[in-house]
């Protein structure tokens, strides 16, 4: 009975085309914002330290 059930709105021969297609050389992920997100971290943490510093 399920077997009907779900086979009563497909089409004869369902196929779907690849919308990721396999194969080919991997590319390499790069990572955009490293250096750059760290290089914030590091002037806010200075920037907290030099204010301690200057106004015990």
Do not use: C, N
């Not at 997100?37 to 510093?53: K, M, P, R, S």
């Amino acid at each position: 009975m399920a077997d009907t059930f779900y086979k009563h709105g497909r089409p004869q021969h369902p196929t779907l085309h690849e919308d990721r297609p396999r194969g080919g050389p991997a590319r390499r992920v790069r990572h955009q914002g490293g250096w750059s997100a760290g290089a914030v971290v590091l002037v806010i943490l200075l920037l907290i330290l030099v204010g301690i510093a200057l106004f015990p």
